[in-house]
């Protein structure tokens, strides 16, 4: 499989690709009420700007061609593994609140990769997808509880915070955090990725 990308390399906090609010967490599994309250718990979050998304804030969008190779067609059906050039828009992104995170700071882990296909008649695939395997946590009740801790905590105050006892009951999390937070890589291109969300529009 190759893919041939020409960076249009705009830094931009902003604008992109935006295929993840609405599919990452108001799916039909996640009830409403949840989902809002999820989103305005981020939007808490110390280094949230507005204008900016709450999450994955700093990122370059790259355009190009995705071509799938011959062996691809036989494994599946999907058009984009048909052979023919398909065009992809991809988002790269620092995880990190605060659009101005450096690249290289252990808070811009773990990178992110939102990824749009747009297939022959015009129906769009996305990936989304980021450079730890595994989230880090498993539902989304988990993923409020957490917010909230790391919204309760601060740092003028005496151990343990909200946000060390959430990881100190949650083991996948800390392992998240610890491993996130490590050297940054060459470039976001040789970053592998890991995705939990695919979804044909
Ligand atoms: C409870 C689970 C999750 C919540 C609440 C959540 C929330 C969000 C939010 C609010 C954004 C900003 C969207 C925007 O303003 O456009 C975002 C972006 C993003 N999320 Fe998540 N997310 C979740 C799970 C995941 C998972 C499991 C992955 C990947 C495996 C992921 C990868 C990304 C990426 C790559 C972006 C940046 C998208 C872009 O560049 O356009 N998220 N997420």
Redesign the pocket.
Known sequence: MNIRIRLMSILVGAS??????PS??ASPA?DQEL?QQ??DT?LQVHGVQSG??????K?V?CEGTFTASKEAAALSRAAHFQGTPVPVKI???D?APDPHVPDFSPEAGP????MRFTLPGGEKTDI???S?NG?V?G??A???AL?KAVVATDPGKPHPWPVENFLGSHPLALKFVQESGGTAPASFGAEA?????LSPL
């Open positions: 992109g690709v935006a295929i993840s609010l990452m967490i996640v989902a999820i989103f981020m900016f998304r709450p999450v994955h804030a990122g969008v988002r790269f992104s995880g990178r992110g990769l939102a989304v997808a980021m730890h989230f946590v539902t989304p988990e993923f409020l917010q990725y890991f995705s939990n969300a």
